[in-house]
């Protein structure tokens, strides 16, 4: 029988985390759906794990593939979904019991191609309730959204399947950092229903000192930004694209020069970015957004870092 919801969780090193996000899942209060793990090749106990839940559920089903990075295990997911509506989660974050009958429940009551809610952000000393800013639930103000008041990842999102086949979206091969960035902006260049559940149901787990992008090699986070731009500028209308731009590069700027200190690609990522500065200060981004960036890009990507890691 075919399940209503497909969960996909894209697994690589995940040994130590990945039960507590599975278990999570296998405990939801909805009953008819299924959870695709795709092992990315990876070098531990992750595979082994995986299989360890299939064999124990059958709502369970694995996949091992060859390394590829997250956006092919993602997209392996898709593959094989079969649910009328797909969702994401990570192997190191975790989920209520509820999330899924709040979600579909509001799905089937507004007909939505797409639904949102409030996430959790989880670090060591505390849980902070992180709020979706939408006021108007339309798509063409919804992607001029998303990377200000809108979280641009797909595990707070609830998506009808379908839209990805007739949109032809699909999550980019070799894109490391902001592939569900990527695919949630796709969704939004098209005319998709949407609706929004006030309420937190994804604990997204942080580790100390601001995020694992920073133990990236600046460099190839820098060369990874700008793919997701020339991806961005290909997929979507010229006028779609200069809507989203300033706010795309202040949060890719953000990124980058608060993760390493001082670097050369920084200081050539700084010439380059020169052209949008002002645009970006000119965005409706709050105090204390354009206030880190303002101390990244003048004083100290230091400096912003501790603001960063302290102030919010």
């Known amino acids: 029988m075919t399940p209503v919801i497909s969960i996909i969780v894209a697994v690589y090193k995940a040994e130590s985390c990945l039960r507590r996000c599975v278990d999570s899942l296998l405990a ?8 695709l793990l795709v092992d990315d090749g990876s070098p531990d106990r992750s595979g082994e794990i995986c299989d360890e839940y299939a064999r124990k559920d059958n709502r369970v089903r694995v996949f091992h593939k060859e390394n590829g990075g997250v956006a092919s295990a993602r997209q392996c997911g898709m593959n094989n979904a079969r649910g009328e509506y797909v969702i994401h989660a990570d192997p190191d974050d975790w989920v209520e019991p509820n999330m899924l009958e709040e979600l579909y429940g509001k799905a089937k009551e507004e007909n939505a191609d797409m639904i949102i809610c409030d ?25 001029k959204d998303v990377f ?23 999550f980019p091969e070799g894109l490391s950092y902001g592939e569900d960035t990527y695919v949630s902006v796709c969704l939004l260049a098209h005319p998709i229903k949407m609706a929004y559940v006030p309420k937190a149901f994804y604990h997204y787990v942080q580790n100390v000192n601001y995020s694992s992008l920073t133990r990236r090699p600046v460099k ?3 060369e990874q930004c700008e793919k997701l731009c020339d991806l961005l500028r290909c997929k979507l209308s010229e006028n779609q694209f200069k809507e989203i731009y300033p706010a795309l590069r202040y949060r890719q700027a953000c990124v980058i ?9 920084i200081v050539t990522f700084k010439k380059d970015f020169e052209g949008v500065r002002k645009a970006i200060l000119h965005q409706n981004f709050s105090f204390k957004r354009k206030t880190l960036f303002w101390i990244a890009f003048y004083i100290s990507p230091y400096i912003a870092r501790f603001f960063y890691t302290f102030c919010r």
């Open 119 to 143: 996430v959790w952000r989880d670090t060591s000393k505390k849980s902070t309730y992180v709020k979706q800013r939408l006021f108007i639930l339309e798509h063409c103000v919804m992607l």
């Open 28 to 35: 939801q209060t909805f009953q008819d759906y299924e959870i």
């Open 148 to 170: 200000q008041q809108l979280h641009g990842s797909c595990c707070n999102k609830l998506v009808k399947r379908a839209c990805y086949s007739k949109y032809d979206v699909n």
């Open 220 to 222: 190839i986070l820098v």
């Open 257 to 265: 020069l608060t993760s390493a200190g001082e670097n050369p690609y």
